[in-house]
T-cell receptor
Framework: DQQVKQNSPSLSVQEGRISILNCDYT??????FLWYKKYPAEGPTFLIS?????DKNEDGRFTVFLNKSAKHLSLHIVPSQPGDSAVYFC??????????????FGKGTKLSVIP | ETGVTQSPTHLIKTRGQQVTLRCSSQ?????VSWYQQALGQGPQFIFQ???????GRGNFPPRFSGLQFPNYSSELNVNALELDDSALYLC????????????FGSGTQLSVL
């Protein structure tokens, strides 16, 4: 049972245009959402996050939108650059007991930005 | 500031063997989490260590075990290896157990033949 779903395995976008990556979740107990970016042969790196009490968070070219009623979040990259080409993982945090939290990741979306 | 380092980078084992993977956490981080990433999947939570004790576990059998040392470095041990254990194993450290931002190492690619 996949609690975090990224339904698009891949996405191609022209340089300078907007990239929109989508993520859906099923667990209402998730209280924090994060996006990670992963280049080949490297570990995932944190990109941007949003608390469940907010509906938007912006950091430079990156904006994350959260629609709690639809259990949906999206990552917008404007303008897209060739260096943004990577696999993007959506992750959601839930309390797992004993004072700890764990992240549940989606399968990832491979973004290709075409020069 | 030293990032998260993992060793070895690649490893080949045969079914039934045991393996130990190592992780040095980022300076100042007291919490280490381990994730398994199978081909084509997202990282899946194995367990978390906080101040040398297991502090949260995902849906993995007991043959997956770990340790955290006083310097907050960590080991992941897997006994009785199975073919399905072939995956990228990622270590992540964080400032605390809240896990708002994890810093990942580059991973250990384990192949079980």
């Amino acid at each position: 049972d996949q609690q975090v779903k990224q339904n698009s395995p891949s996405l191609s976008v022209q340089e300078g245009r907007i990239s929109i990556l989508n993520c859906d979740y099923t667990n209402s107990m998730f209280d924090y959402f994060l996006w990670y970016k992963k280049y080949p042969a490297e570990g995932p790196t944190f990109l941007i996050s949003i608390s469940s009490i907010k509906d938007k968070n912006e950091d430079g070219r990156f904006t994350v939108f959260l629609n709690k009623s639809a259990k949906h979040l999206s990552l917008h990259i404007v303008p897209s650059q060739p260096g943004d080409s990577a696999v993007y993982f959506c992750a959601a945090r839930a309390y797992s007991g004993a004072g700890s939290y764990q992240l549940t990741f989606g399968k990832g979306t491979k973004l290709s930005v075409i020069p | 500031e030293t990032g998260v380092t993992q060793s070895p980078t690649h490893l080949i084992k045969t079914r039934g063997q045991q393996v130990t993977l190592r992780c040095s956490s980022q300076s100042g981080h007291n919490t280490v989490s381990w994730y398994q990433q199978a081909l084509g999947q997202g990282p899946q939570f194995i367990f978390q260590y906080y101040r040398e004790e297991e502090n949260g576990r995902g849906n993995f059998p007991p043959r997956f075990s770990g340790l955290q040392f006083p310097n907050y470095s960590s080991e992941l041990n897997v006994n009785a290896l199975e073919l399905d254990d072939s995956a990228l194993y990622l270590c992540a450290s964080s400032l605390d157990r809240v896990g708002e931002k994890l810093f990942f190492g580059s991973g250990t690619q384990l192949s079980v033949l």
